[in-house]
C-alpha cells in the first residue's frame, strides 16, 4: 500500500512510525520542552535517527480542557520551526492542524501532509488546501465541537458512529478534489470514547480496515488517559508500557502509521512484533 504526499510516496507495506512533535506550552503529555527554535529541530533530528519516517507537528493543544488558539498564534509556532526541519531532513512533515489557513502556512513552509483531527467538521476548507498541493490528508473521527469533543456522552455503538463520520469525512475530501490515495483513516483514539471503546477499536481495528479497504488506518493511542487508567492512574511520562502495548496490537490489527513520543521503543516493539508475526 502507498501513501501519496505531496512530494513523495510513503511505502506502508511495513507499519511506519509517525513522531509527534507538540510545540505548544500546554500539550498534556510534554507542553513547552520543544517549542524554542533549536530544541525542536533537536528532537526531530533525534526522531529521525530513532526511526521516525514522518514528523507530526502541533502549535494547538487537543488535550482535555484546552483553549482553542487564534491562526496566527499556531501559524508564528509552527512555521519557521517546519521550514527549518523541511530545510535539514528529507522526512514527510505533517501538520497536524484543524484550521486551513494554518495548513496552507504550513504547506508554504515544507509539509506535505494534513493531519485534522476533525475529519474536516471544524473548517470544510482543509479538503481545498488539500487537493490544491495534492498533499497527504489523515481524517480522524472526534465527536462535538473543539471545547466539547472530550466530553462528549458516549454513543451505544462505537464502529457504527466511526464508520458514518469516515463516509461524511471521505465524501467531502473527494468532493473537494482530495484523491483517495492520498487520505489515511485515524478512529481517534481517546477523542470521546470510553475506555472500554477505545480498547475495542484497537482490539478490532481489522473490522474499520475491512469497511474502508482503500484506505490505510493510522493508530495514535501513545500516552492517552486510557492507558493511564488501566495502570492505577499512571502520569503520562509513565505509560511508555501501556502505550507500546497499544501499538503493537494496532499493527497486528492492520493499522499501517504509528503515532507516537516515543519513537526508538515503538520502532524496536514493532520490528519484534512483525518478525514474530511474519512466522505465523
Known amino acids: 500500500m502507498i501513501w501519496k504526499t505531496s512530494k513523495r510516496k510513503i511505502d506502508l507495506s511495513q507499519p ?3 513522531g509527534i512533535l507538540n510545540l505548544t506550552p500546554d500539550s498534556f503529555s510534554d507542553g513547552g520542552r520543544f517549542a524554542a527554535l533549536e530544541a525542536a529541530v533537536s528532537r526531530a533530528e533525534g526522531m529521525v535517527n530513532e526511526g521516525a519516517e514522518i514528523i507530526d507537528i ?9 483553549s482553542r488558539v487564534e491562526a496566527t498564534v499556531e501559524i508564528d509556532r509552527t512555521a519557521p520551526i517546519i521550514e527549518a526541519i523541511a530545510a535539514r531532513f528529507d522526512v514527510p512533515i505533517s ?3 484543524s484550521k486551513s489557513t494554518v495548513a496552507e502556512a504550513a504547506i508554504a513552509a515544507g509539509a506535505e501532509i494534513i493531519n485534522d483531527i476533525s475529519g474536516l467538521r471544524f473548517d470544510g476548507r482543509i479538503a481545498e488546501v488539500a487537493a490544491r498541493h495534492k498533499a497527504g490528508l489523515v481524517l ?3 465527536r462535538g465541537d473543539f471545547e466539547t469533543m472530550h466530553s462528549q456522552p458516549p454513543v451505544d455503538d462505537i464502529f457504527s458512529d466511526v464508520e458514518t463520520d469516515f463516509r461524511r469525512a471521505l465524501a467531502a475530501a473527494i468532493r473537494h478534489g482530495v484523491e483517495h490515495d492520498r487520505i489515511v483513516l485515524d478512529v481517534g483514539i481517546g477523542f470521546g470514547k470510553t475506555v472500554e471503546q477505545n480498547l475495542e477499536l484497537i482490539a478490532r481495528l481489522g473490522k474499520i480496515g475491512s469497511a474502508f479497504s482503500g484506505y490505510p488506518l493510522l493508530i495514535g493511542a501513545s500516552r492517552k488517559s486510557f492507558i493511564g487508567k488501566l495502570l492505577g492512574g499512571a502520569l503520562p511520562e509513565d505509560r511508555l ?3 507500546l502495548a497499544a501499538a ?4 497486528s490489527r492492520g493499522a499501517r502509521i504509528v503515532r507516537t513520543h516515543d519513537v526508538k521503543e515503538t520502532v524496536d ?3 519484534v512484533a512483525n518478525a514474530i508475526l511474519q512466522q505465523s
Open 269 to 271: 516493539a514493532i520490528k
Open 95 to 97: 501538520i497536524d492542524t
Open 140 to 142: 480522524m473521527h472526534s
Open 241 to 243: 508500557s501501556g502505550s
Open 16 to 18: 511506519v512510525i509517525m
Open 248 to 251: 503493537v496490537v494496532s499493527v
Open 58 to 66: 502541533g502549535g494547538e493543544s487537543t488535550r482535555p480542557g484546552s
